[in-house]
């Protein structure tokens, strides 16, 4: 094998009571281990050794399975395995009674390694973390939470060879937690989350980022948030893509190629399929910020473990059911599609190849139904779309199961394979939706039946989960337009220190302003950093504000820790931080906002002289209104008084609000083409409109019928505020033509 409806993005402030959210995905619950020198135990005790991994013998069958499929992209090898408290490691109890488990895996030369938990079931009030010998990468809590049906759970990889598996039981747990480790995979190649960018190979020049096309390609941006990197099993990586289903409930549903999960089109049972699907991680928004100059994208933002609903080797189509609905900051994406045989171009695709942020390819040109004929499988006729040249870019291994969309940014197929390279650029080809979508009666082995159960319909619009209560990106820099301009600012002409980071001048704190019209809560924050080494200590704080930032509100501590990756070469691995990268950190708990408020960084750097880290800004000269702040002998001042350099600018670091706290919001009406939310807090009504009445006419009545509000309605989404009236029960009317909708609102 080879290569493997947004109008309501806007305002509505609502929570969502129609998901259900089955608690058995990869999210976790925050807090942190115990200090490794806490045990009663030699650390060689909780030690295992994985067998040695021959590189080059995993390089050359990898090789062998090139051909005219894109294939999911293998990068590690896999040790099946049976650890438990009972045959491995090493246990203590705490002072309070609290039983600790702790097993050291070590594969020697990995460059990452990642379980698979094929057993997994915690009490209530357990917590079990994975991390590397420093803690520099924590991955947990993992809790009763993540608790699921099949009792599995797979986790992200942890950078390097060493991996520490930490289990805490409380004394007065109501049972003993089941805990297995049945797979550790030892990654061979630096990729995914630890092997961007690529470096300067010609690949990167044909496949521009998703970052390059938001502004050129109508729908990219927002296809793209519905676009995922899959890990498969922990040593396969493929793309899926969140779709809608017509009773517009939310149920993530993932697409993507069946070839993906079975390795080589057999028709394989379902019990193996089941296993696939339970290892699946994925992840969100892994994405360059910058276009011209492709950076890793956040890392931190996962979900894992998925149930398999329909597949059908015949077709390449496989479509699952994640675990639980992606939280509301990773802004994820249902796209639309269109399983008929009428659409039309241009057309795009999303894709991650070879596990690379998001790259996007064109064409401008006429589909042509394909058959492919190779050798792994052979297709019946006609089931695939041939896009016999790219306009631009091409696709690679990992790029398989990822979406190709029409002009109306609906998904119309899933690629299957093809031919396309740098410099030809030819013969791609994806099973078509259109053919999968009823081909047979059985609903395992369709599409129809779970993306359109209700109704007889070929084509349906998109859906953002939380268009209610949406979480927004605010961000200075993007809003300047300076986005691509972002630079590491030297302290001066002599000293190459950074001015936004630690440096010579023993400045440590920075902080960028913002504004926010109403309350809001401050789910996590994006940093897009540059560092150098390994030991910081970074702390993300928000301030309120009193001219300056003023009382900590919340505090954090931010500590990446990555690898290097060059050109599928594979070098020595490292723990610097060296590059350019974007990091998100959640917030335990979202910190509320209102007015104006800070977001800080605080530095403590290392003993060592070359252990650097800092936030990028806008480059002196580009923008005139500052809206950084650093801390100085004792005070708060703006970027533009700087000792060392004094202009105006931003920093990249761009908190995630949510403009409601989603407790508060109630009256919820579903029924309704028409949609109209209360929002009782601010009494703020809104109204969204269906695509067939463009215009309408709002009436709000007071109990004993006395008009008090009117407004003509001529947008899709429209918001009124009634704050100037009191308290009490309300009539809201929408009318248009011989069409009415009515119903209470209690304020």
Not at 154 to 162: F, I, L, S
Not at 264 to 280: C, E, L, Q, W
Not at 328 to 357: E, K
Not at 708 to 733: H, M, W
Request: proline fraction near 5%; include cysteine; glycine fraction near 6%.
């Amino acid at each position: 094998m080879k290569r493997s409806q947004a109008i309501l993005s806007a305002i509505i402030v609502l929570i969502l009571f129609a998901f259900e959210v089955p608690s058995e995905a990869q999210i976790s619950h925050g807090g942190r281990p115990l200090p490794l020198s806490i045990t009663k135990s030699d650390e060689s005790l909780m030690t295992v050794e994985m067998p040695a991994v021959n590189i080059e013998e995993e390089l050359r069958l990898d090789s062998l399975n090139n051909s005219d499929l894109r294939s999911g992209y293998r990068f590690a090898t896999k040790f099946v395995v049976d650890y438990d408290r009972t045959n491995s490691g090493t246990q203590f109890t705490t002072a309070d009674g609290t039983k600790v488990w702790r097993l050291r895996i070590h594969s020697e030369g990995a460059y990452s390694i990642n379980v698979l938990f094929t057993k997994y079931h915690l009490p209530d009030g357990a917590r079990l973390f994975l991390y590397n010998p420093d803690q520099t990468q924590i991955l947990g809590s993992f809790t009763s939470l993540n608790n699921s049906e099949n009792n599995l759970l797979p986790v992200a990889p942890v950078q390097g060879d060493e991996l520490i598996v930490e289990y805490q039981e409380p004394a007065q747990a109501a049972f003993a937690g089941s805990l297995t480790i049945g797979e550790v995979n030892h990654a061979y190649r630096d990729v995914l989350r630890f092997g961007e960018p690529y470096g300067t190979t010609s690949e990167d020049g044909c496949m521009p980022a998703l970052r390059c096309s938001i502004d050129t390609i109508a729908g990219a941006e927002l296809a793209g948030r519905s676009v995922v990197l899959m890990v498969i099993d922990g040593s396969t990586l493929c793309t899926g893509t969140l779709v809608n289903n017509t009773d517009n409930d939310g149920k993530p549903y993932l697409l993507t190629s069946s070839h993906c999960l079975n390795d080589g089109f057999a028709h394989i049972s379902a019990d193996y399929y089941a296993k696939m699907a339970g290892s699946i991680v994925c992840f969100y928004n892994y994405d360059s910020p910058l276009c011209r100059t492709i950076l890793r994208g956040t890392e931190e933002m996962s979900t894992a473990s998925a149930t398999m609903v329909s597949v059908n080797e015949d077709h390449d189509e496989a479509l699952l059911l994640l675990g639980e609905t992606p939280p509301v900051d990773y802004m994820p994406y249902y796209s639309g599609w269109n399983a008929s045989s009428n659409f039309a171009g241009p057309y795009f695709g999303i894709h991650h190849p070879q596990g690379s942020v998001k790259r996007v390819n064109s064409f401008v040109g006429t589909l042509t139904t394909y058959t492919p004929d190779i050798e792994e499988y052979k297709f019946p006729a006609g089931l695939h779309l041939l896009v016999n040249r790219w306009t631009s870019g091409i696709t690679a291994g990992g790029s398989s199961g990822s979406p190709l969309f029409d002009a109306s940014g609906k998904m119309i197929g899933a690629l299957t394979g093809g031919n396309s390279v740098c410099e030809d650029p030819v013969n791609d080809y994806y099973y078509s939706l259109a053919k999968a979508w009823a081909d047979t009666t059985a609903i395992n082995r369709q599409l129809k039946h779970w993306l359109a159960p209700a109704l007889d319909t070929l084509k349906w619009n998109g859906l953002d989960p939380y268009q209610n209560a949406p979480c927004y990106r605010l961000s200075n820099v993007r809003q300047s337009g300076f986005n691509e301009k972002v630079e590491v600012t030297p302290l001066s002409s002599t000293d190459a220190t950074p001015l936004f980071g630690n440096n010579t001048s023993g400045i440590t704190q920075y902080a960028e302003q913002y504004d926010v019209s109403s309350e809001a809560y401050i789910q996590g924050v994006y940093l897009v950093s540059s560092a150098t080494g390994s030991t910081l200590n970074v702390e993300v704080s928000v301030y309120e504000d009193n001219n300056a930032p003023t009382n900590k509100l919340a505090s954090q501590t931010f500590s990446p820790a990555y690898q290097r990756y060059y050109s599928y070469s594979f070098k020595t691995t490292t723990k610097s931080l060296s590059r350019k990268a974007e990091s998100y950190l959640a917030f335990e708990s979202p910190v509320k906002v209102k007015g104006r408020f800070y977001v800080s960084y605080t530095i403590t750097p290392s003993s060592s002289d070359t252990t650097h880290f800092a936030v990028l800004n806008i480059p002196k000269g580009n923008v005139t209104g500052n809206t950084a702040w650093y801390y100085y002998n004792k005070a708060w001042q703006q970027a533009t008084s700087h000792p060392s350099q004094a202009f105006a600018t931003s920093l990249y670091l761009d908190p995630v609000v949510r403009y409601s706290n989603p407790s508060a919001v109630e009256n919820v009406d579903e029924q309704s083409d028409i949609k109209l939310f209360v929002e009782p807090t601010h009494r703020t009504l809104h109204v969204v409109l269906p695509e067939s009445m463009p215009k309408a006419r709002l009436s709000v009545y007071a109990a004993n019928g006395t008009l008090v509000a009117a407004k003509d309605l001529t947008e899709s989404v429209t918001s009124i505020s009634l704050s100037s009236l009191p308290k009490g029960i309300y009539i809201a009317n929408i009318t248009k033509n011989n069409i009415s909708f009515s119903r209470k609102v209690l304020f």
